[in-house]
């Protein structure tokens, strides 16, 4: 007995199979293995006003500034010690407590941008603060810039080289610590040099 309905039925099956199952399939295949994926998380973070302040960073292409002295970020690597770069170019800090100029008071002589040797503060503007790092009420007129920080979820006053743009630390104010401006420049001992040859520069 022949069956007639059968091959309708073989036909009918291709077709659907053709139709509705054979595309969605590599569609899938596409999306999974062939196109790189990243997850979305990832991506849709800095979105997130909180997040991104979290783990937003306030560090910018310093190449991008009007700075005097302008170097790219391969030929401060190569004039600068990795801990330097880090700090320096990069924005990082040290230890507390760590730094070579945190308990440092010399009588006389002036304290220079370790990245390119611009004059930044004097002997006489440097105070105990008890923070950690070296401490100053003032720098020389212009020698040094202010800029808002947003990283780490907070707002702080970052401060950095006028001459060559290097991250110095963050300025404090209004704290009473009793010197004459009211501030203290938070400052990382990696990010100067003390000198005690320029006194001309001192006494101005």
Not at 16 to 33: A, D, E, G, H
Not at 120 to 141: E, I, Q, R, T, V
Not at 147 to 165: L, Q
């Amino acid at each position: 007995m022949r069956i007639s309905f059968i091959p309708t039925l073989i036909r009918a099956l291709f077709t659907v199979s053709n139709t509705s199952l054979q595309n969605p399939p590599k569609v899938v295949f596409r999306t999974l293995y062939q196109t790189p994926q990243r997850p979305t998380v990832l991506r849709s973070m800095p979105n997130i006003p909180f997040l991104g302040a979290l783990f937003g960073s306030s560090t910018k292409n310093m190449a991008d500034t009007n700075f005097p002295v302008q170097k790219t970020e391969g030929e401060w690597q190569a004039v600068l010690s990795p801990e330097q770069f880090r700090i320096l170019r990069q924005k990082g800090t040290e230890m507390a407590g760590s730094g070579k100029y945190d308990k440092h008071y010399p009588d006389a002589g002036i304290y220079k941008c370790t990245a390119c040797e611009a004059p930044l503060y004097k002997a006489s503007h440097k105070f105990n603060s008890g923070c950690g790092w070296p401490a100053f009420w003032d720098a020389f007129p212009g020698a040094v810039g202010q800029h808002t920080d947003r990283s780490f979820g907070m707002e702080r006053t970052e401060i950095v080289c006028n001459n060559c743009g290097g991250h110095l630390g963050h300025i404090f104010k209004g704290e009473k610590f009793g010197n004459p401006k009211d501030e203290r420049h938070c400052v990382n001992s990696v990010s100067i040099n003390f000198s005690t040859e320029a006194k001309k520069e001192e006494e101005k």
